[in-house]
């Protein structure tokens, strides 16, 4: 995991940008990486986030009343940066090691500190690429999206029913990041036991991170894939994240 103050940063960094679509992008227009979603479905899906979250940490309830259709563009200003900076708020008063209420390790703050980073800047990049193209997403929080997934997500939705078993351990290596390597372990067993990689996938950290949440295909020419291809796309295209 990363520092929580880079955490921090990153997340008010990531909040700030979707901020400005908010106020400046058209709040009708569609999601291309979220389909059936528009603008304001994104919107009223970060700020309800961030609101649990936030209630997670603190247990303390925070209504997640969300504007209605139609509602004018300050309105919807005002309700996501009022959710987002209490978040940020409540993150950074409270101690990264206590205990409070996750679905994935380690069970406290930290947990926090790292998803809502790195939630914020994946809907971050979703809001911008209602306009054109997305900013890119900083290598080192990419990298360490690619280890939640791994930690986090491919357990959980294992354990959901979502994701079936998966033969094979497919390696993650993140050419901008030294030493940034992750075995994706979608069979149910505990990842780091000796299991060999069958093929892997190599490339910029963002793009991988990105090929991971389904907001870019695993056939981009940014991503080389060696061993076997077959079963590196097989993973890849499995629902590892929700």
Request: charged content about 15%; aromatic content about 6%; some cysteine.
């Amino acid at each position: 995991m990363l520092p929580p103050g880079r955490y921090l940063e990153m997340l008010r960094t990531e909040v700030d940008a979707f901020a400005d679509v908010v106020r400046w992008g058209d709040l009708g227009s569609p999601v291309p990486s979220c389909p059936g979603w528009d603008l304001t479905a994104l919107i009223a899906h970060l700020g309800s986030i961030h609101r649990w979250a936030r209630h997670c940490v603190s247990d303390v309830p925070q209504p997640v009343s969300v504007p209605g259709p139609g509602s004018a563009r300050a309105v919807w200003v005002s309700w996501f940066t009022s959710g987002a900076d209490t978040l940020i708020d409540t993150l950074a008063a409270a101690d990264p090691d206590t205990s409070c209420r996750t679905f994935g390790p380690p069970g406290t703050v930290r947990f926090w500190l790292r998803r809502q980073a790195l939630e914020t800047t994946v809907h971050r990049w979703d809001a911008q690429a209602t306009g054109g193209q997305p900013a890119p997403i900083e290598p080192d929080v990419a990298a360490d999206g690619l280890h939640e997934v791994q930690e986090v997500f491919v357990p959980r939705q294992l354990a959901l029913g979502r994701l079936r078993a998966q033969p094979g351990v497919l390696r993650l290596a993140a050419t901008d990041v030294p030493g940034s390597v992750v075995d994706i372990v979608a069979s149910g067993a505990p990842a780091g036991q000796g299991q060999s990689p069958t093929a892997t996938a190599s490339g910029p950290a963002a793009i991988l991170f990105l090929v991971l949440w389904k907001r870019t295909p695993p056939d981009t020419p940014l991503l080389h894939l060696s061993g076997d291809r077959t079963e590196a796309h097989r993973i890849l295209t499995a629902p590892l994240t929700p």
